[in-house]
C-alpha cells in the first residue's frame, strides 16, 4: 500500500473517529474529561504556633478541606513564617499570601474605622450582638466599602465571638483609674486612645513579644485575650496579677480573609461551602473557647498561684467617659469611622436592650447551686 493510502486512510478514521464522539456526546454517553488537581491556598495566622488562636485557624482550614472533599486545600501557617503579624493585609492583598486568619484591629493603621469591630465598648453589644449587627444590620455592607477604600483587594468574614477581655496582667492590683497613670502598657486599635487617655504609656505588640518584653521591662502591663492564650503565651511567668473586665475589647471577633481574586475564581459551590463553613467555624470556636478558657481559668489560679480580681466599676465608667472622647473626635476626622459608629448605635439601642429584657442574669443560678452556703446557726441547747 502506498504512503498516499496510508494517509487517506488514517485520515478517514481520525474524521469517523471524531464523528463518533460527537454522536456519543449527543446521545448522551459520559464524556471522558481529565481530572483536575485540588485548588491550594497558603495561608497564614497572625498567631504563634502554640496558640489557641492559631489552632481555631487550623479548625476552619480542615472544615473546608473536609467539606470540599479535598478539592480546595488550605495550609496554614504561623505567624511570622511570611510575614509579621501587622503585615497580614498587605500580604493577602497583594497574593503573597492566598488567605490569612487574623483580627481586624489589626489592621487599624491602614483605616481606624476598622477598629470598631471589636476594638471599643460596642454600645454594650457582646461579641455575638456585634456579629449579628454585622451579618444583618449593616456591618457588612460597610465593612466592604472600608476595605474598597484603601484599596485592599481582599474578602472578609468576620467570625468566632470572644468573651469580654480582661484589663490584664499587672504587678499589683489597679484598684482606681489613678492606678494606670504612668504604667507601660501594651494594647491594640482604638484601645491604645483609651488606654492613653487613661495615663498608660501605650506599645502595640502582636502577640508573640508582649511576653518577652514585660520580662525586660519594656512593659509593666499589657493584655491580650483569654486565660488559654494569656497561659500558653506565659503571662503568669512575668505577672501574677490578672484583672478580669474591660470595656476596652468586650466585643471582638476573629476575621478570616481571602485575596479577592483566587476567592473570585473559586466555582460558586466552593465559595457556598467556605460561607457555611465560616459559620460553622463561628459556633465551634464559641463552643471551644468556653471548655478551654474555663479550665485554664482555673489552671491559672491553682497551678500559677495567679491572684484574680475583677476590674473595680470606677474604671470600666472611666473607660466609657475616655471612648465618647474618642468616639467624637475620630468621627469628626474620619466620616467612615462615623458611618460606623452610627450604624453600631442604631443596631445596639434595640438589641442590647432586647437582650437585657429577655435573657435572665445567670448569677442567681450559679449561686444557688454553687455559691457558699450560709453557716447553720447551732441547735440551742436544752434546758
Known amino acids: 500500500m502506498s504512503t498516499q493510502t496510508n494517509t487517506a486512510s488514517r485520515r478517514k478514521f481520525l474524521t469517523g473517529a471524531a464523528a463518533a464522539a460527537t454522536g456519543a456526546a449527543t446521545l448522551g454517553f459520559p464524556a471522558i474529561v481529565k481530572a483536575q488537581g485540588p485548588i491550594s491556598f497558603r495561608w497564614q495566622s497572625t498567631w504563634p504556633a502554640k496558640d489557641i488562636f492559631h ?30 503579624a501587622f503585615g497580614l493585609l498587605d500580604a493577602v492583598s497583594k497574593g503573597t ?5 487574623g483580627v481586624l484591629v489589626y489592621h487599624y493603621g ?28 449593616g456591618g457588612k455592607a460597610l465593612l466592604d466599602k472600608i476595605y474598597a477604600s484603601i484599596g485592599a483587594n481582599v474578602v472578609s468574614f ?9 484589663l490584664g ?51 509593666d502591663a ?4 483569654n486565660a488559654t492564650s494569656d497561659r500558653i503565651l506565659g503571662f503568669p511567668d512575668v505577672a501574677k496579677v490578672y484583672m478580669l473586665q474591660s470595656y476596652h475589647q468586650s466585643a471582638e471577633q476573629f476575621e478570616i480573609l481571602f485575596n479577592k481574586t483566587k476567592y473570585d475564581a473559586l466555582p460558586a459551590r466552593l465559595k457556598a461551602i467556605i460561607e457555611n463553613a465560616v459559620e460553622a467555624a463561628s459556633a465551634d470556636m464559641s463552643w471551644k473557647a468556653i471548655d478551654r478558657y474555663s479550665k485554664d481559668y482555673i489552671e491559672l489560679q491553682v497551678k500559677d498561684k495567679v491572684r484574680v480580681y475583677k ?4 474604671i470600666l465608667q472611666k473607660q466609657l467617659e475616655i471612648f465618647d472622647t474618642v468616639e467624637a473626635k475620630k468621627s ?52
Open 332 to 383: 469628626a476626622e474620619n466620616p467612615l469611622f462615623k458611618e460606623v459608629v452610627e450604624s453600631q448605635r442604631a443596631f445596639a439601642e434595640r438589641a442590647v436592650k432586647w437582650d437585657l429584657d429577655t435573657n435572665v442574669r445567670r448569677e442567681m443560678a450559679y449561686n444557688h447551686y454553687f455559691g457558699r452556703k450560709p453557716a447553720a446557726k447551732p441547735a440551742a441547747k436544752k434546758a
Open 158 to 166: 468576620p467570625y468566632g465571638p470572644m468573651p469580654t477581655q480582661p
Open 222 to 225: 499589657a493584655e491580650f485575650n
Open 169 to 219: 496582667w499587672f504587678k499589683k492590683p489597679i484598684s482606681k483609674p489613678e492606678d494606670l497613670k504612668g504604667l507601660k502598657y501594651r494594647t491594640v486599635g482604638i484601645s491604645i486612645d483609651l488606654f492613653t487617655g487613661l495615663g498608660c504609656a501605650v506599645n502595640a505588640l502582636p502577640g508573640g513579644g508582649i511576653v518577652p518584653a514585660m520580662d525586660r521591662g519594656l512593659l
Open 55 to 84: 489552632e481555631y485557624a487550623l479548625d476552619f482550614a480542615k472544615k473546608v478541606n473536609d467539606m470540599t472533599g479535598g478539592d480546595l486545600r488550605i495550609e496554614v501557617l504561623p505567624a511570622g513564617a511570611v510575614v509579621p
Open 110 to 137: 491602614k483605616q481606624n474605622a476598622l477598629a470598631l469591630w471589636g476594638s471599643s465598648p460596642a454600645y454594650g453589644m457582646d461579641a455575638n450582638i456585634l456579629l449579628s449587627w454585622h451579618k444583618y444590620g
Open 97 to 101: 499570601l492566598d488567605g490569612g486568619h
Open 311 to 314: 476590674t473595680p466599676a470606677s
